[in-house]
């Protein structure tokens, strides 16, 4: 079947770190892989994807390159910011007879301190 | 640009009671899917419409859960004699088609607790 497997949290950094959210998958087809974002209480948002293997997807300072070789799909920032404190979803994506579900990681929390 | 809309936010009620929740989506989106997300989880996939068309259920839909989209805007999420398992954030979300890699678009969804 297909899963994700993503790096427990939650983890901590101070304003200004390097960030890296570990995340592998193990999938039936070729998926397309994505990341999503979650503020307290909130729905879930798109950050970035990348659809074929070596592509990187990239949005508000954050990047994920699609490597098909280890089944990755990490997550970093160069420089974290207290808003970006949420918790992170890395998903992936195969068509099923048209559809498209997505099947998603249990989540890393993300705390940032001054 | 309206985002998808799910009310009510939240929504507490008694073991046992029917519950019903509603979905909008993007309003040019033909696709919607249901997912249910517990604590410390990431959201795991119910069901998916293509316009009225229900295509896909999962297995975690039990006989208690049903899933509408009557004209292909809409949808409705009813769950019966709900149980104390069934508490959770249901999420909702919407996309377009033209090619398998369409984002889907999530709303704020649907916290429901069981007392």
């Known amino acids: 079947g297909n899963s994700v497997t993503q790096m427990e949290g939650p983890v901590t950094l101070s304003e200004e770190a390097f960030l890296t959210i570990n995340c592998t998958y193990t999938a039936t087809g070729y998926p397309s892989l994505f990341w999503y974002v979650q503020y307290p209480g909130e729905g879930l948002q798109l950050l970035l994807k990348a659809t074929k293997a070596d592509d990187k997807g990239s949005n508000k300072g954050f990047e994920a390159t699609y490597r098909k070789e280890t089944t990755s799909f990490h997550l970093e920032k160069g420089s974290v910011q207290v808003s970006d404190s949420a918790v992170y979803f890395c998903?992936?994506?195969?068509?099923?007879?048209?559809?498209?579900?997505?099947?998603f990681g249990t989540g890393t929390q993300l705390k940032v301190e001054l | 640009d309206t985002g998808v809309s799910q009310n009510p936010r939240h929504k507490i009620t008694k073991r046992g009671q029917n519950v019903t929740f509603r979905c909008d989506p993007i309003?040019?989106?033909?696709?919607l899917y249901w997912y249910r997300q517990t604590l410390g989880q990431g959201p795991e996939f119910l069901t998916y419409f293509q316009n009225e068309a229900q295509l896909e259920k999962s297995r975690l839909l039990s006989d208690r859960f049903s899933a509408e989209r009557p004209k292909g805007s809409f949808s409705t999420l009813e769950i019966q004699r709900t149980e104390q398992g069934d508490s959770a954030m249901y999420l909702c979300?919407?996309?377009?088609?033209?090619?398998?890699?369409?984002?889907?678009?999530f709303g704020d969804g649907t916290r429901l607790s069981i007392l």
């Open positions: 979300a919407s996309s377009a088609t033209g090619g398998g890699n369409q984002p889907q678009h």
């Open positions: 998903a992936l994506l195969i068509l099923t007879g048209g559809g498209n579900k997505l099947t």
């Open positions: 309003s040019e989106h033909n696709r």
